[in-house]
């Protein structure tokens, strides 16, 4: 049975321990958990693990308060984050870990909700005791490969695309950091407005991860111009031991022409594996992440609750924000257009509206 003990957060020693265990992810490092506690008004929480008294690891994980009741994310929805969990040494049970963790948290951290998304942890395993989690699907390139064996292994279509990116002139570039969250979270806009939606986090989320993971030397900033040297995509790409990751990806659709999406995907691709980079993580499901080519992955997200209740108090939160969503999207969409035949009475004839932007 393992024992655990809640460690100080403030220990510099500790951090560095975590951050050179082969085994832990961006999403575990310290500049990641302190982006989480800025964000989310989150308390950051690492729990040692021993085994019989030998040290065999850590929990990474966060504790925010919702509705009046502490709950354990490592992560928790919304907070822009993928894997995180435990670092434990080869060998270790991380079933076992996890079941003695929530237990943990009930009786020693005041907890009444737990959620884990750790990579190694496995559905079958979580079958065999019944657990509740939902499956976080996506896809994971090997950049061990060559350049040509990369390549090719993307769809004809996306091949394509870039061949007309660069013939187009797109160039392709690692972006400094003045300025950049604001030029991504712009064209993020246009992204959801395409949608009728808006964004499900602000600017200041996206200026808050810049500010403390680059600072880490932990996140790829890249930014595709076009000929006359105009931002016309950008992408986020956190990474940590051999691993990057697709944070978030933005375009104008007035240059999509271009094919900048997939040109910037090749970039990182290439300068990621320069740098030693094994292995590319597309961050979750979507179609158009099919197009480069990856194998397919299955996380399980653990869910745990104290109370029965809280599953269903859990679903009606995630049906609110999503119709939230959905609404102030329609609305923006509306204000828009309004303002738009306002200033040129000819444009409510349209179907092409461009986005209102400052």
């Known amino acids: 049975m393992y024992q655990y003990e809640l460690l100080n957060v403030s220990d510099d020693r500790l951090w560095d321990e975590v951050e050179s265990h082969t085994g832990s992810t961006v999403f575990q490092s310290r500049a990641w958990i302190s982006f989480i506690a800025a964000t989310q008004g989150a308390v950051p929480v690492v729990v040692g693990i021993r085994d019989a008294g030998r040290f065999v690891g850590y929990f990474i994980g966060l504790i925010v308060q919702r509705l009046g009741v502490r709950i354990l994310g490592s992560p928790f929805p919304g907070w822009s984050t993928d894997y995180m969990g435990f670092v434990l040494e080869p060998g270790s049970s991380r079933m076992s870990a996890l079941h003695g963790l929530v237990e943990f948290a009930f009786a020693h951290l005041g907890c009444v909700h737990v959620e884990v ?85 602000g600017l200041d989320r996206v200026r808050e991860l810049i500010a403390h993971v680059h600072p880490a030397g932990q996140v790829l900033l890249v930014r595709a ?76 997200w653990v869910r745990k609750s104290k109370y029965a209740w809280m599953e269903s108090a859990r679903a009606l939160a995630q049906k609110t924000f999503s119709v939230r969503q959905q609404m102030l999207g329609k609305w923006r969409l509306r204000f828009a257009k309004t303002r738009e035949a306002s200033v040129n009475p000819s444009a409510g004839n349209s179907n092409n509206h461009e986005p209102v932007t400052s």
């Not at 942890?121 to 976080?136: F, I, K, N, P």
């Not at 007309?164 to 570039?173: I, M, P």
């Not at 040297?229 to 990751?245: K, N």
Request: net charge positive; with cysteine.
């Open 225 to 300: 111009r076009d000929r006359s040297g105009r931002s016309i995509a950008t992408g986020i790409f956190p990474f940590l031991h051999g691993v990057m990751y697709f944070w978030g990806g933005a375009s104008w659709r007035r240059f999509h022409i271009l094919r900048p999406n997939q040109a910037l995907h090749w970039f990182a691709i290439r300068y990621a594996k320069a740098h030693g980079i094994h292995t590319y993580d597309l961050g979750g499901s979507g179609d158009y992440k099919r197009q480069y080519g990856g194998r397919e992955i299955r996380v399980p």
């Open 117 to 201: 998304m750790d990579r190694q942890l496995t559905t079958q395993e979580l079958d065999q005791v019944g657990a509740t989690y939902r499956v976080y699907q996506g896809y994971a390139i090997d950049l061990t490969l060559d350049e040509a064996a990369l390549f090719a292994n993307f769809t004809s279509a996306c091949r394509r695309c870039i061949r007309k990116a660069e013939k187009d002139g797109v160039l392709v570039e690692v972006a400094p950091i003045e300025g950049f969250a604001e030029e991504y979270f712009s064209q993020l806009n246009d992204v959801f407005a395409r949608q009728g939606l808006v964004p499900t986090y």
